[in-house]
T-cell receptor
Framework: RKEVEQDPGPFNVPEGATVAFNCTYS??????FFWYRQDCRKEPKLLMS???SGNEDGRFTAQLNRASQYISLLIRDSKLSDSATYLC????????????FGAGTRLAVHP | EPEVTQTPSHQVTQMGQEVILRCVPI?????FYWYRQILGQKVEFLVS????????KSEIFDDQFSVERPDGSNFTLKIRSTKLEDSAMYFC???????????FGDGTRLSIL
């Protein structure tokens, strides 16, 4: 089983749509969780950390389900500029926080 | 906002040559990382560095790779004898303390011919 798994997509959605991505992780000792956004041939840019209670940042909502070992990202009111690959990243506390990345989910928002 | 900076942005090298990729982490950060991403594949952890020594390395990080913090600001990745399969984007990242999100530099694209 892959350490961090994501649906590769692509998700093709119209502007204004709501879209959700899931990510599962295999190591139950994982302690830190993040969503990054990556544009083509660019560096991963932190979108948001994911907290146990769930958290929201504008149009973006992240959730963590430790029992089922998955995290999710919800994007409301999609914009053309949201088109990118969304990377799930998981870290082990005490592992000097090395991140294990999923392969990413590609989102294409069209007019 | 402080940034992680990497140089060069693109490095083209003949197979078998040595390359050094450079990173300047955010100034008060303590943990440093190198990752790589082969085109079309996922971001992979190479090595973490803390307190002037390697704290963890992946199986990719073999004897051909080394890291160094030669002064208070630079963090370098050296590949001693490059192979074609070393062609990838190499990203440096840093954090101030454990469990913080990592901030990535904009990467060095390494092309081995």
């Amino acid at each position: 089983r892959k350490e961090v798994e994501q649906d590769p997509g692509p998700f093709n959605v119209p502007e204004g749509a709501t879209v959700a991505f899931n990510c599962t992780y295999s190591n139950s000792a994982s302690q830190s969780f993040f969503w990054y956004r990556q544009d083509c041939r660019k560096e991963p840019k932190l979108l948001m950390s994911v907290y146990s209670s769930g958290n929201e940042d504008g149009r973006f909502t992240a959730q963590l389900n430790r029992a089922s070992q998955y995290i999710s990202l919800l994007i409301r009111d999609s914009k053309l500029s949201d088109s990118a690959t969304y990377l799930c990243a998981v870290g082990l506390s005490g592992g000097y926080n090395k991140l294990i990345f999923g392969a990413g989910t590609r989102l294409a928002v069209h007019p | 906002e402080p940034e992680v900076t990497q140089t060069p942005s693109h490095q083209v090298t003949q197979m078998g040559q040595e390359v050094i990729l450079r990173c300047v982490p955010i100034s008060n950060h303590l943990y440093f990382y190198w990752y790589r991403q082969i085109l079309g594949q996922k971001v992979e952890f190479l090595v973490s560095f803390y307190n002037n020594e390697i704290s963890e390395k992946s199986e990719i990080f073999d004897d051909q790779f080394s890291v160094e913090r030669p002064d208070g600001s630079n963090f370098t990745l050296k590949i001693r004898s490059t192979k074609l399969e070393d062609s990838a984007m190499y990203f440096c990242a840093s954090i101030g303390r454990d469990n913080q999100p990592q901030h990535f530099g904009d990467g060095t694209r390494l092309s081995i011919l």
